[in-house]
């Protein structure tokens, strides 16, 4: 009985340190990070780039975009937690096919007409997806309010959201209005192909998880760490709407 009670407070001892360990480099990672880099700003090369260049650029664009979605960690971290309890190749295909349309149509259309939103805002609801998704794999809703959110309905929703934030990014380039619509078409097809490389790296990393043992013990802590990033994000994010 004592040795059973023993090797349950070492269990609990462990999964707290295990809990601080990750919180705790979660915040270093973070805060780490330059300004740049939090504001998801376009690299300087880039942008000189797609100022110098007039017309049809298929390729540049894709390129661009592809880059910018494998490295735009707040659309990761929303698809790390879309996908975290999703074991069905169909039902992924879903969600990342809602995810998409979403951020597909409010990216083209803001910048095709030109719809001025402050990106500030726009990043920090970015942060609130994390959060939302974060809360609704831990099951938080149910045991809140006693009902559970659609989740489809909210991806898509996000997803227009996420696509007002690619959208602000694109308006940093100060895109030629000379070919911009097949220009913004390539620029989308890169940002699809820069998601489907992005999870299918995350993919491979959580179906090793998944096999182990440590995976649903720790899920609980991965999803508040997932759910720290976010209100680091919603912060930082509303912090720069405030001072700027």
Not at 56 to 69: D, E, P, Q, S, W
Not at 106 to 125: C, E, K, P, W
Not at 215 to 237: D, E, K, P, W
Request: hydrophobic share 50%.
């Amino acid at each position: 009985m004592l040795s059973t009670l023993f090797d349950g407070c070492c269990r609990a001892r462990t999964a707290t340190r295990s809990y601080r360990l990750v919180w705790i480099f979660l915040v270093i990672g973070l805060l780490g990070m330059s300004a740049e880099v939090f504001a998801h700003a376009v690299a300087e090369g880039d942008k000189g780039y797609i100022q110098e260049i007039t017309g049809v650029n298929l390729i540049a664009f894709t390129y661009l975009g592809a880059k910018h979605m494998v490295t735009g960690y707040d659309h990761l971290l929303f698809l790390l937690g879309v996908i975290f309890f999703l074991y069905r190749m169909q039902h992924i295909a879903i969600y990342v096919s809602l995810f998409a349309l979403g951020h597909s149509t409010t990216m083209l259309l803001r910048v095709y007409f030109n719809v001025g939103i402050n990106s500030f805002i726009i990043d920090a609801i970015i942060g609130l997806s994390v959060v939302y998704k974060a809360l609704d794999n831990l099951g938080a809703y149910q045991r809140w309010f006693g009902f559970q959110p659609n989740t489809k309905v909210a991806t898509l929703i996000f997803g227009f959201f996420h696509g007002f934030g690619l959208s602000t990014k694109i308006n940093e380039y100060d895109i030629s209005p000379d070919g911009l619509v097949p220009n913004l078409l390539a620029f989308n097809v890169g940002v699809e192909i820069g998601q489907l490389i992005a999870l299918a790296m995350i993919l491979i990393v959580m179906s090793f998880w998944r096999k182990t043992d440590g995976f649903i013990r720790h899920a609980y802590t991965a999803n508040v760490a997932l759910m720290s990033a976010g209100f680091l994000l919603i912060g930082y994010q509303l912090t720069g709407y405030f001072i700027a």
